[in-house]
């Protein structure tokens, strides 16, 4: 079955959300850049989704509700709209011609689904990161939590319900600063690495800075 989806009015394929939040993260902003504490402000950090942290609503819990995000008449309409087809069910997508991988030939609209959440986050990331840049008084820092490849690559369905596969995309937009993520949860006893979730050097090599948050 599918995720019971949130309200449509929260999604982030949803243009009105959009607009909404575009138009009150640039008043947060101004409002701010004109307080007296302004030249306190390093830079402003962007937090949505799951947990805050760009993840898909729903999909920490896909495998073990053995349900899938994002069924809904929106996600519907948009994926329709973005790929020209229909958005396959779980059902399907659970199957692959070649074990764990899909034939393009065949199952492309599966590889499209599993694309899909991607797309849409980086595009709310870049949109919201744009607002931001473009109110501020004094150029200042953004950043975002985003490409956990590391961490999710062994989570089971997170890997790609998550949304978290378009870190290209969001490393080329020139919007952003800085990409945090938590230390791995499975480096954080006395005396393990803190590994990083996300892929550092890379994220260094675009120019943007790599945090690993104190969680």
Not at 77 to 103: C, V
């Amino acid at each position: 079955h599918s995720f019971p989806t949130r309200r449509s009015s929260d999604l982030p394929f949803s243009p009105r959300f959009r607009k909404i939040t575009r138009d009150a993260l640039a008043a947060l902003i101004r409002h701010c850049e004109n307080a007296p504490y302004a030249d306190k402000i390093g830079g402003y950090m962007l937090n949505y989704l799951e947990t805050l942290e760009w993840l898909y609503w729903g999909s920490n819990q896909a495998m073990r509700t053995n349900a899938m995000p994002d069924y809904s008449d929106l996600a519907r309409k948009e994926f329709r709209r973005i790929y020209g087809m229909e958005l396959p069910s779980r059902i399907e997508r659970l199957t692959a011609t070649h074990g764990l991988f899909y034939d393009p030939t065949r199952e492309q609209a599966k590889i499209n689904a599993n694309r899909f959440l991607s797309r849409v986050i980086a595009e709310s990331i870049i949109d919201f990161a744009s607002a931001a840049k473009k109110s501020m008084k004094v150029e200042k820092l953004v950043g975002v939590y985003y490409g956990y490849h590391q961490e999710l690559g062994g989570c089971d369905w997170r890997r790609q319900l998550s949304g978290h596969n378009a870190l290209r995309q969001v490393l080329d937009c020139g919007k952003l600063d800085f990409i945090v993520s938590p230390p791995s949860y499975s480096q954080r006893n006395l005396g393990d690495a803190g590994a990083d979730m996300k892929p550092f050097a890379s994220i260094s090599q675009s120019g943007i800075l790599p945090v690993i948050d104190d969680d």
